[in-house]
């Protein structure tokens, strides 16, 4: 793998779609995958799907819908998370890449709209809601993170009004 400062680990429903565009039939909305793409473009990051869209599709198939759509560079998608058996969150399927001396990223960022993951990933969450998917507000957080600019107590009180995070079953 080349010297990209970043992983950008990415959901996609909630994230590159929303309630509405999948009512209507399209469940992966451009403009939010462009989001993702600048992103990766303006930070020099790779990609990891980290969606449960990696068990229903083939790798290839799954980087080429996501060059279809609007990733320009489809080789910053590098991989996806494992699906480990026994893992009680998404959290715990992260760990594994962020351990694999293969990725070492400097810094990471994980886009979703679901909060299973580990203690200390919550400040490095930019978390959506599935009502509208992924946001300008969140790219801009997004850059933050990756930039390391961001820390625990400012992480929870942007994305969790009144405490901490809740961890979903």
């Not at 996501?66 to 026994?86: C, E, L």
Request: proline residues 4%; contains cysteine.
């Amino acid at each position: 793998m080349d010297d990209a400062v970043g992983i950008i680990f990415l959901d996609v429903d909630g994230v590159l779609n929303s309630t509405a565009s999948i009512a209507m039939g399209v469940h992966l909305q451009p403009e939010k995958v462009m989001l993702v793409d600048l992103l990766a473009e303006l930070m020099d990051a790779h990609i990891v799907i980290s969606s449960t869209w990696r068990h229903m599709w083939v790798y290839r198939d799954l980087v080429e819908l996501f060059r279809i759509t609007g990733i320009r560079d489809a080789q910053r998608i590098v991989a996806t998370t494992p699906r480990n058996i026994g893992a009680t969150c998404r959290g715990e399927e992260i760990q594994t890449i962020l351990d694999d001396e293969t990725y070492a990223p400097d810094q990471y960022v994980i886009l979703d709209d679901d909060s299973d993951f580990l203690p200390h990933q919550m400040p490095h969450l930019v978390q959506t809601d599935m009502r509208t998917g992924m946001t300008q507000d969140h790219f801009h957080k997004a850059i933050k993170v990756l930039k390391g600019e961001i820390d625990e107590q400012e992480a929870q009180e942007d994305d969790y009004p009144g405490g901490g995070p809740v961890r979903s079953g």
